[in-house]
T-cell receptor
Framework: NAGVTQTPKFQVLKTGQSMTLQCAQDMNHEYMSWYRQDPGMGLRLIHYSVGAGITDQGEVPNGYNVSRSTTEDFPLRLLSAAPSQTSVYFC????????????FGEGSRLTVL | AQKVTQAQTEISVVEKEDVTLDCVYETRDTTYYLFWYKQPPSGELVFLIRRNSFDEQNEISGRYSWNFQKSTSSFNFTITASQVVDSAVYFCALSEAGRGGADGLTFGKGTHLIIQP
């Protein structure tokens, strides 16, 4: 059972570079989301999607872009990386009817120099 | 707006002691869900429990128990006879069902629990 798979697990970027964090789930969940975790801040919602072709902003969307072309995949794009985007990123999915219980990936640690 | 407060930033106890992690929430919805997640040192997030706002019964699962009190907007988590393996960061979270849950979870800032041998 793969569940939610995130790649890469670790990444170092220079300021201004772009990159994509990949997220895939094999549970046929309609709902997917991206969170970032910063020390002392808990987890904050970046973007979410309630189904293929539908995305929306969360609490901290600036500097990030998402798309949802298939049910399985929900990539997160950093358009021009900034040191403030140094964080641990978690992708999560949930069956839309089952409000709230999230299945998380293992996380991706991103450092922007 | 919804909010979750975990006032205890860090708790340190000796193994076998009981420990309670506090969680206070704010919401305007009458239908909502409360959660606890565990984040061990390895970093993954492990789901522990979900509670809906209409079910105030306390729940026990082995050494874990949860006390949900709507009157005080609290959803506290107790570990009985703590063990070193319980050392982790614990997050309380809230989801407002009125918005279909589409806004995701609002997390508290977490409580770092240290169990000393």
């Amino acid at each position: 059972n793969a569940g939610v798979t995130q790649t890469p697990k670790f990444q170092v970027l220079k300021t201004g570079q772009s990159m994509t964090l990949q997220c895939a789930q094999d549970m046929n969940h309609e709902y997917m989301s991206w969170y970032r975790q910063d020390p002392g801040m808990g987890l904050r919602l970046i973007h979410y999607s309630v189904g293929a072709g539908i995305t929306d902003q969360g609490e901290v969307p600036n500097g990030y872009n998402v798309s949802r072309s298939t049910t399985e995949d929900f990539p997160l794009r950093l358009l021009s990386a900034a040191p403030s985007q140094t964080s641990v990123y978690f992708c999560a999915s949930s069956p839309f009817e089952n409000t709230g219980e999230l299945f998380f990936g293992e996380g991706s640690r991103l450092t922007v120099l | 707006a919804q909010k979750v407060t975990q006032a205890q930033t860090e708790i340190s106890v000796v193994e076998k002691e009981d420990v309670t992690l506090d969680c206070v929430y704010e919401t305007r919805d009458t239908t909502y869900y409360l959660f606890w997640y565990k984040q061990p040192p390895s970093g993954e997030l492990v789901f522990l429990i979900r509670r809906n706002s209409f079910d105030e019964q306390n729940e026990i699962s082995g050494r874990y128990s949860w006390n949900f009190q709507k009157s005080t907007s609290s959803f506290n988590f107790t570990i009985t006879a703590s063990q070193v393996v319980d050392s982790a960061v614990y997050f309380c979270a809230l989801s407002e069902a009125g918005r279909g849950g589409a806004d995701g979870l609002t997390f508290g800032k977490g409580t770092h629990l240290i169990i000393q041998p």
